[in-house]
């Protein structure tokens, strides 16, 4: 098994174009960061999404949120790297670099006034979902009580140990094409889950995508599209399930 790198290139292709003003949600603080929210009226069924590296104001991210608040969910997307998400033209500070000023471990401590925040407003019931970068924050999360459930796609840093101590119910969307987490670190994270059947579990991984697939597609290519929205319903279908 391939040792995980964050220098790894997967991390850094396809980098989206992020525009700020993107979405039908808006921004406003909330647990201290700056957070875009898409929320169906009234919800009391709360869905954390926890960007990858390039940050919240990724236009497919804010699309997904606002799929997930369609469907009945109050959506919070943080910024929590802070309004400097990794740029690849900057040569002199690689991923390496700037990982050391916006590790993951800092983002699950940052989620847990956001979390609180959203359960004053009267959510009370919160799901979270990582991507990359992200998922290494929700899997944090999923050791304890703060999420009632969990989803990790194509997740970076995560290891066999974190998910060993997971308590939520998670599901694990990993792709065939992978640095960070290949199909056999995924069937490891399979395997661990498989022997705690006191939490529930869905590990699936997508036939001919790559490291990033859910949110790093391109609009004009279907076959990308097709591949996202497969993977977008699956975490749906799981938050349905847990957060209720």
């Not at 949120?65 to 900057?90: L, M, Q, R, S, T």
């Amino acid at each position: 098994m391939k040792k995980q790198d964050m220098s790894s290139s997967q991390c850094c292709e396809n980098p989206p174009t992020l525009n700020p003003a993107c979405g039908a949600g808006h921004v406003e603080q909330i647990g201290g960061l700056s957070s875009y929210i898409s929320a169906s009226s009234h919800s009391k069924l709360g869905v954390l999404l926890v960007s990858d590296i390039f940050g919240y104001e990724s236009p497919n991210l804010r699309k997904l949120a606002d799929k997930i608040a369609a469907a009945g969910f109050y959506v919070v997307v943080p910024d929590f790297i802070h309004g400097d998400p990794y740029n690849p033209e900057i040569a002199e500070r690689p991923l390496q670099v700037w990982i050391k000023t916006h590790g993951p471990d800092k983002g699950a401590e940052e989620a847990k006034p956001v979390i609180a925040a959203l359960k004053r407003k009267g959510i009370s019931t919160i799901g979270a979902a990582g991507f990359c970068w992200g998922a290494k924050v929700v899997v944090q999360l999923a050791k304890s009580d703060y999420i009632k459930a969990a989803v990790l796609c194509h997740p970076s840093f995560v290891t066999v140990d974190d998910i060993k101590d997971v308590n939520a119910p998670i599901a694990v969307l990993g792709a065939e094409i992978d640095q960070m987490s290949p199909p056999e670190l995924v069937k490891q994270f399979d395997e661990v889950l498989s022997a705690k059947p006191e939490v529930d579990r869905f590990v699936k991984i997508f036939p001919g995508v790559a490291h990033g697939w859910t949110v790093r597609y391109k609009d004009e290519d279907e076959a990308a599209v097709k591949c996202a929205q497969e993977a977008h319903q699956d975490m749906l279908d799981w938050f349905t399930k847990y957060v209720k």
